[in-house]
């Protein structure tokens, strides 16, 4: 039961467009999200996060907007740039989930920004 | 300076031999957690740790096995039992809290091949 869907496995944009990650969650206990960044062979890292009270947050190039109804969230960097080639995980979290400490991860979609 | 070391980076074992995977943290974290990556399935969680003394088991704690004697560390052991154990294996941390809303923090990774 995969309660966080990333369905697009790969994205492919180029430099200095705008890039858009999608996430899907299907569980209305979740009420805190996060973005991560992975480079390969390497640990993911804190990107963004948001929590359910609001409904956008941003932060320099990136920016999360939340859609509780709709139980989606995406995340929109602009403009992209060839360092943001990476794969991005979304996650969620929430009191009572299966304890409060954990994260439910997405499978990824991989970003590739062309020059 | 503060993070989370795991090592070694690279691991190669025989099949039927368990091996341990060091995580360790100087973050003065609670919680720790351990995950594992596959192609196209995104993080999904082995074990995690919310208090010394203390663990639980994730979505795929089969053949796995963790000890938390000291809060810095959350060693990891990979036992003969776990059945596809090739793969690349990631401990985070985080700050323990009871509102739901967290951020772990990952370690660089070990890749883990058994051949």
């Known amino acids: 039961d995969q309660q966080v869907k990333q369905n697009s496995p790969s994205l492919s944009v180029q430099e200095g467009r705008i890039s858009i990650l999608n996430c899907d969650y299907t569980?209305?206990?979740?009420?805190?999200f996060l973005w991560y960044k992975k480079y390969p062979a390497e640990g993911p890292t804190f990107l963004i996060s948001i929590s359910s009270i609001k409904d956008k947050n941003e932060d320099g190039r990136f920016t999360v907007f939340l859609n509780k109804s709709a139980k989606h969230l995406s995340l929109h960097i602009v403009p992209s740039q060839p360092g943001d080639s990476a794969v991005y995980f979304c996650?969620?979290?929430?009191?009572?989930?299966?304890?409060?400490?954990?994260?439910?991860f997405g499978q990824g979609t991989r970003l590739t920004i062309n020059p | 300076d503060g993070g989370i070391t795991q090592s070694p980076k690279y691991l190669f074992r025989k099949e039927g031999q368990n091996v341990t995977l060091s995580c360790e943290q100087n973050?003065?974290?609670?919680?720790m957690y351990w995950y594992r990556q596959d192609p196209g399935q995104g993080l999904r969680l082995i074990y995690y740790s919310q208090i010394v003394n203390d663990f639980q088991k994730g979505d795929i704690a089969e053949g796995y096995s963790v000890s938390r004697e000291k809060k810095e560390s959350f060693p990891l052991t990979v036992t003969s039992a776990q059945k596809n154990p090739t793969a690349f294996y990631l401990c985070a941390s985080s700050i323990a809290n009871s509102g739901g809303a967290m951020k772990q923090f990952f370690g660089p990774g070990t890749r883990l091949t058994v051949l």
């Open positions: 973050l003065n974290h609670d919680a």
């Open positions: 569980n209305s206990m979740f009420d805190y």
């Open positions: 996650a969620a979290s929430g009191l009572g989930i299966q304890g409060a400490q954990k994260l439910v």
